[in-house]
């Protein structure tokens, strides 16, 4: 198995944060290499498989969809695949939240939602300038990479990014409200801040840490974007989906975005992104942002059949219940470990543990991995062990999995 892994990574280089080993299958929460170890899966495929994998529903309906020649392409033409996804789409997760979005479809993959997003933004607006956020992430293509924190991923090649305003987060400065200082900067002619098309966000940052903003910040932000006509735009890439315990991460604040982006786990395991966007600032001509892959019917199909969960009025409260299991937890360890004074961070379920040092971290990781777990971490020295269960996991491999870490953290703080 390692002579293949050395074969792949040295002729089509792989990915970074590779786990050594050969995947084969996955159903559910487990994974199965080549030589049928089974791992226990907390990291959901970077967020894609909230539904966990090979999804029952959405391996039927896909198997259903290809033996009746449904395989086909959609960007301008509508589609059964299309409509099914869109109705059920809005009977069950727009109409029951009287969310009045109109849906865009913006390719496979999340920056390709950033992108529109914040192309929208400045034509609905006429302004060009964008405000992020410290440790924020939206992507790497060069629109989203510029609203992205960690200079670890930027290079003066890539252009300048004179369109983008990054303020502290919430809680980035400890207690201080730092919403204050976006109201300070819009009302102050000489702050050097040019009043913003958009804001843009994530409510909880995955890549970043798991830094999870309040109510109280979110509300104070979309006030300030609502009294001065800039556009609010969500990132539920990584926290939608059902993430932090509802549909839209934004639900239980009361906020109400003038733009979503969503992606990861919409597609129900396949590649899928889009726009919600408010009907009265949706000002796209037909074809003015368009793109060849913008609407998967094979991942309409996966998609339609995964937001069945939310029919089910149970699906909250079990996540709800998985959620307590992962914070007792997390409560116990950092108490176990007052000492090296660790951190918990998060919601629903996207929790982090915050071990403060990049290579204690990685040591964990890879005794996790040998035990059979994947777990991975985030944040700027990738210090944070990243929790990332799919909703659907069962309780006892959640368990299971709990205990692996707890082993491997014992073994690695000696
Ligand atoms: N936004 C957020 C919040 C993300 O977490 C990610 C991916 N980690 C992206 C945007 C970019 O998505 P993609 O990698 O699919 O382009």
């Given at each position: 198995m390692t002579d293949q892994i050395e074969h792949i990574e040295s002729n089509v280089r792989g990915y970074a944060?590779?786990?050594p080993t050969v995947f084969d299958t996955a159903i559910g929460s487990t994974l199965c290499d080549q030589s049928g170890k089974t791992f226990i899966d907390f990291f959901c495929g970077a967020g894609t498989l909230n539904y966990g994998h090979n999804h029952a529903g959405a391996k039927e309906a896909l198997l259903r969809y290809i033996s009746r020649n449904g395989i086909q392409h959609s960007l301008d033409t509508v589609t059964t695949a299309k409509i099914d996804f869109l109705t059920a789409f809005e009977n069950t997760i727009l109409k029951p939240r009287q969310l009045d979005y109109v849906v865009q479809f913006t390719g496979p993959t999340g920056t390709n939602a950033v992108e529109a997003a914040i192309k929208l933004a400045k034509k609905r607006t006429g302004r060009s300038h964008i405000v992020a956020f410290t440790n924020a992430y939206h992507g790497h293509t060069l629109g989203s990479l510029a609203l992205t924190?960690?200079?670890?991923?930027?290079?003066d090649l890539y252009g300048s990014h004179n369109d983008v305003t990054h303020l502290p987060f919430d809680r980035y400065l400890g207690?201080?409200?730092?919403s204050a200082i976006l109201a300070k900067m819009l009302s102050d002619?000489?702050?050097?801040?040019?009043?913003?098309a958009a804001v843009i966000l994530e409510t909880v940052q995955g890549e970043g840490g798991i830094n999870v903003a309040s109510t109280q910040w979110l509300r104070k932000i979309a006030e300030l974007c609502t009294a001065n006509d800039i556009l609010l735009i969500i990132?539920?890439?990584?926290?939608?989906?059902?993430?932090?315990?509802?549909?839209?991460?934004f639900e239980e604040s009361g906020i109400h975005p003038d733009i979503v982006c969503l992606s990861k786990s919409i597609g129900g395991g396949l590649p899928m992104s889009l726009v919600l966007i408010r009907r009265d600032d949706d000002?796209?001509?037909?074809?003015e942002h368009t793109g060849?892959?913008?609407?998967?019917n094979l991942a309409f199909v996966a998609a339609t059949a995964v937001?069945?969960?939310?029919?089910?009025?149970h699906f909250e409260s079990q996540i709800e219940t998985r959620s307590r299991v992962i914070q007792a937890w997390l409560t116990e360890t950092c108490q176990r470990y007052s000492s090296q004074s660790f951190d918990r961070r998060g919601r629903g379920l996207i929790w982090g543990l915050?071990?403060?040092?990049g290579k204690l971290a990685r040591q964990i990781i890879d005794r996790s991995f040998d035990a059979g777990l994947l777990i991975e971490a985030s944040g700027a020295d990738d210090q944070v062990l990243k929790l990332l269960?799919?909703?659907?996991?069962e309780m006892p491999l959640l368990v299971e999995g709990l205990n692996i870490l707890d082993r491997a953290i014992a073994a690695s703080i000696q």
């Open positions: 944060k590779l786990f924190g960690n200079r670890y991923f930027h290079n207690d201080f409200d730092t002619s000489s702050s050097g801040l040019p009043l913003p990132d539920d890439i990584q926290v939608g989906n059902g993430r932090t315990g509802k549909f839209f991460s000002v796209w001509q037909p074809g060849t892959f913008r609407g998967n937001l069945k969960h939310w029919d089910d009025p915050d071990v403060r040092c269960p799919a909703l659907t996991i």
